[in-house]
DNA sequence: CACACTGTTTTAGTTCACCCATACAGTGAC
DNA sequence: GTCACTGTATGGGTGAACTAAAACAGTGTG
């Protein structure tokens, strides 16, 4: 699940440790309730210090997006499962508004934005 | 023109300063041609360290904002056009670049992010 | 030339984010 | 209790970003 982390990338590690169970839990890979990897496992199998782990679901908890209970594992909290589906792609819609907002006080047009968009994602995008 | 730098901001001191000469250029309040205030004379208002003053300036020197001149000062560039859209597509990115970390704390992939896109302005995106 | 301005370069100190290492503490099965 | 797991807390090393200081170099005037 948490296979591609990448030491050299300038996002930190624990950010994109975070930003993998965030997708695995709007994709449904991970439901309310389920545990995550522990701490030590998850470290192991990425390479990366325990410590490190921590700092990634601390800030999930932090969030409200899982809970860690001491001693027992850290699980996925109720509230996470509401960003799924029509409210993901809703959410995601009122994100582009908000870019196109912002890009327009700047003069930034759509096609500028595209053309960003597929520079950065690699998605191909015509007019 | 200079007044209010705030040493405590978490926005670095260049930055800041560099802001300001953008806003002053967008404003009209510098045309081109016209020189900035020299390094130390900045400095000495702001109460800052020449070079800081510099790099601030160089920055902007970078995006072909303004020409430093070695001896003569730093001066506002003809803003070419072509320096404009390269101006306006760094923004662009930059823009994007915020959209997708903030839709990845949701969980929402570029994909996504992609068919909202493409319903709100129309253009037709690939993968 | 000297002089007073201009930007340039180099070096260094401070701070902070990031990551790691290690010891500490709770939980549950046996 | 013991054991094997779980998260917690503290301190340290590293490197990059930021700011500063001082010495270096170009320009134009008299």
Redesign the pocket.
Known sequence: MFESIDPRSPT????QIAARVRVAVAAGDLAAGDA?P????LARDLR?????V??A??DLAADGFVE???????FVLEVASYLRDEERASRALELVRELLTEAARLGIGAEELARAFQAETGAEIRE
Do not use: C, D, F
């Open positions: 930190p590690l624990y950010e995550l522990s701490v030590r496992a990366v210090n325990p410590a490190t921590v700092q679901y601390r860690m209970r001491h001693g027992q594992g850290t």
